[in-house]
């Protein structure tokens, strides 16, 4: 019993650290067609050159797992950018006083925020068909993103949010 209390614990907690993802397409094309991509010509994340540097690797290793191969004459395009943006934190210290006589009693409480903001990033995949210069998919990944971290961390980070933003490609119809 103690096990299941602990596994439940810990599985709350990793999934609050999870990279979210929602994904759109076009219903009427088919995924097969593609097998060739590259990047968007105009390509500008929002990133430092490094982090560019870090996106760009995570995407063409999963981009080559699931098949693909880079090309001067691609069928899509991917094209990848970036917003960032900060939440509070959600840790308070609670504050109350109260006090009472006979049959009445009065209260008040407050929570003051400790710790400071947490920092996100919201990173959006296009792809583009070349030929048709048409956004058939598209992924939008939410993930805490932690601006002072190593650049092993960095990696790992970027790793999880393009294996999170290419799960469902390509779509099942």
Same mark, same amino acid.
């Given at each position: 019993?103690?096990l299941?209390?602990?596994?439940?614990?810990?599985?709350? !907690?990793?999934?609050?650290?999870?990279? /979210?993802? @929602?994904?759109?397409?076009?219903?009427?094309?088919?995924?097969?067609?593609?097998?060739?991509? =590259?990047?968007?010509?105009?390509? /500008?994340?929002?990133?430092?050159?490094?982090?560019?540097? %870090?996106?760009?690797?995570?995407?063409?290793?999963?981009?080559?797992? #699931? *098949?693909?191969? !880079?090309?001067? $004459? &691609?069928?899509?395009? @991917?094209?990848?950018?970036? $917003?960032?943006?900060?939440?509070?934190? %959600?840790? %308070?210290? *609670?504050? *109350?006083?109260?006090?009472?006589?006979?049959?009445?009693?009065?209260g008040? +409480?407050? *929570? @003051?925020?400790?710790?400071?903001?947490?920092?996100?990033?919201?990173?959006?995949?296009?792809? !583009?068909? @070349? #030929? /048709?210069?048409?956004?058939v998919?598209? =992924?939008?990944?939410? +993930?805490?993103?932690?601006?002072? =971290? +190593?650049?092993e961390?960095?990696?790992?980070?970027?790793d #999880?949010?393009? $294996?999170? =933003?290419?799960?469902?490609? &390509?779509?099942? #119809?």
């Amino acid at each position: 019993m103690r096990l299941f209390k602990y596994s439940l614990l810990l599985i709350l !907690i990793t999934a609050c650290n999870a990279p /979210r993802a @929602v994904y759109d397409y076009d219903k009427e094309v088919d995924f097969t067609q593609y097998s060739t991509y =590259a990047l968007f010509p105009d390509l /500008r994340t929002g990133l430092s050159q490094l982090d560019d540097a %870090r996106l760009i690797e995570s995407l063409d290793n999963k981009m080559k797992e #699931k *098949g693909f191969s !880079i090309s001067e $004459e &691609p069928g899509i395009y @991917v094209n990848m950018y970036t $917003e960032k943006f900060e939440q509070d934190n %959600r840790s %308070r210290l *609670g504050i *109350g006083v109260g006090g009472g006589g006979g049959n009445v009693g009065v209260g008040v +409480s407050g *929570g @003051v925020p400790i710790g400071q903001m947490d920092t996100f990033i919201k990173l959006t995949f296009d792809f !583009i068909d @070349v #030929k /048709r210069d048409d956004l058939v998919w598209q =992924a939008i990944v939410e +993930s805490p993103f932690n601006m002072n =971290a +190593s650049p092993e961390k960095r990696q790992q980070q970027f790793d #999880k949010i393009v $294996e999170k =933003a290419l799960e469902n490609y &390509p779509p099942n #119809k």
